[in-house]
């Protein structure tokens, strides 16, 4: 007989009934079909083997389980049996059992047996399909977080319902704070000007049920533009309607300031042949102009009015070839000698001249030098040309008065001059084109004072940077390359 604790711990204590070959085959087919935690909860104490003359031991988990040749010496012997099983499936001892056993044994006939076998079987298919299924989803969104692309996954109404680990960084806020927002409100920080409107890709791929995108630009807390490319792909379901769409977003900013080199570069070209055409075809009417104004000036008898006329004709022909020698100076090729160059000594030098224009537009200057700067390999008098360009320009933006500053520093790879003013900022959709050619705010020169510094800086191999915020100020960095020590040993050998 079984230990009474053994009995204790199991919630059903069973008492089996049948012939040996259908017992072992029973019991076989369960323990091979039930999962730890029903074995758990089950325990046979007993068998019933009516007819059999030798009863055979029978073992459940390592421990002896008794047999009778009858039902009724089983139950006296074990009254803790609460379950019987009949696993002959004979209807004369079926009918016999029901009217002998009392209420509280449950009496499991051979049908019902073999179903709940079928349906341990089916839990056990349902427990593994789990673990399969988790086991997919947990690679799947392994490799979703492993994306350096944010991405969202929507409801139809654009809600956000999950995400990947991108968007949890860039954001950087849990998920629990994301979800139930607006996708604009993650992706565009504002519900204008892409949400709502044809631009925006989640309403097009809700209208035409067809993937959609758009290019977005935002600002950052630094002042720096940064370039989006978001893109929107529908989730179908059985009735192919749409009930979910994922939304991606792409930072761009790299490959659009490659662009814009690239179209810049193009430009220059053009210039460059443009410029060629009208030193020939413009200069030579225009010194035939201002000779015949010059002399029509010297001539007696010329009434004030007319003089007035033929000064206003000098002074633009005079404009317009101050023109044209700067678009000739901007399209030919830097040829300058590049030597050493003390960032620091040039920056005082360039400040003491500008310092007197600084004073009368009550701008304070202030200068922040870093003491042991690297020298920079470039020519001496196009970066201070440069400088010049930069601390205008800061002027012009700070006609009420402000605040200069022109700092020098390193970096790992740089060199770096720095210029901030605290002047009007420059506006976001203008951004992409003050490096341009010939595109000025002020009406008046040529325009090719910043493109100028660019082209300088990138054919020493430099770099240019811009920070600005509207109505707090604008920061452009220069970042000049050091002048190497194994420069003077190579030159050398």
């Known amino acids: 007989m079984l230990p009474a604790d053994y009995n204790d711990e199991k919630r059903y204590v069973i008492g089996v009934i049948g012939d040996i070959p259908a017992l072992l085959t029973f019991w076989q087919m369960f323990k091979d079909q039930s999962n730890e935690d029903v074995l758990k909860e089950v325990g046979v104490v007993a068998a019933a083997l009516p007819g059999e003359t030798v009863l055979p031991e029978t073992h459940d988990a390592g421990k002896l389980i008794p047999t009778y040749a009858g039902y009724r010496a089983m139950l006296e012997a074990h009254p803790e049996i609460n379950m019987v099983i009949e696993a002959t499936g004979r209807t004369g001892l079926v009918l016999e059992l029901r009217k002998f056993l009392p209420v509280s044994i ?18 056990k298919i349902w427990v593994a399909c789990k673990a399969d299924l988790l086991q997919t989803q947990n690679m799947l969104k392994t490799i979703i977080d492993q994306l350096s692309q944010e991405m969202l996954f929507l409801d139809n109404k654009g809600i956000v319902l999950d995400m990947n680990k991108a968007v949890l960084d860039h954001a950087g806020k849990s998920k629990k704070t994301l979800v139930g927002r607006s996708y604009c409100d993650i992706f565009t920080g504002t519900d204008e000007p892409e949400c709502g409107y044809e631009k925006d890709p989640f309403g097009q791929t809700m209208n035409t049920g067809e993937s959609a995108e758009t290019v977005t630009s935002h600002v950052d807390s630094d002042g720096r533009m940064q370039y989006y490319r978001v893109y929107t792909h529908p989730v179908y379901d059985e009735d192919k309607t749409i009930n979910h769409v994922v939304a ?14 690239l179209q810049q570069a193009e430009k220059l070209a053009s210039i460059g042949e443009l410029s060629t055409y009208m030193a020939h075809e413009i200069r030579n009417p225009l010194f035939a102009i201002s000779g015949f104004a010059n002399s029509l000036m010297r001539m007696e008898g010329m009434n004030d009015k007319a003089r007035e006329k033929i000064s206003v004709i000098l002074e633009e022909s005079k404009r317009l070839d101050e023109i044209l020698k700067s678009l000739m100076n901007f399209t030919r090729p830097t040829e300058a000698q590049v030597a050493e160059v003390d960032i620091n000594e040039l920056i005082n030098a360039t400040m003491d001249v500008m310092s007197l224009p600084c004073k009368n537009q009550s701008v304070e200057c202030s200068v922040d030098l870093y003491g042991t700067a690297a020298k920079v390999h470039a020519n001496p008098d196009l970066i201070k040309q440069c400088l010049i360009n930069l601390v205008k320009n800061s002027l012009e933006a700070m006609e009420n008065g402000g605040r200069l500053l022109v700092t020098s520093s390193m970096n790992a790879e740089y060199v770096v001059l720095s210029v901030e003013d605290t002047g009007h900022g420059i506006p976001l959709d203008i951004r992409d084109k003050i490096f341009s050619p010939f595109f000025s705010t002020r009406g008046k020169g040529s325009g090719l004072g910043l493109a100028q510094t660019r082209k300088i800086i990138d054919e020493i191999g430099g770099d240019v940077d811009l920070v600005s915020k509207e109505g707090v100020g604008t920061k452009i960095t220069l970042y000049l390359p050091p002048l190497l020590a194994v420069a003077e040993d190579a030159d050398s050998e």
């Open 106 to 123: 449950t009496l499991v006939e051979r049908g019902a047996a073999n179903f709940f076998i079928n349906l341990l079987t089916t839990g």
């Open 248 to 261: 991606i977003r792409r930072d761009i900013t790299q490959r659009t300031s490659i662009e814009q080199r």
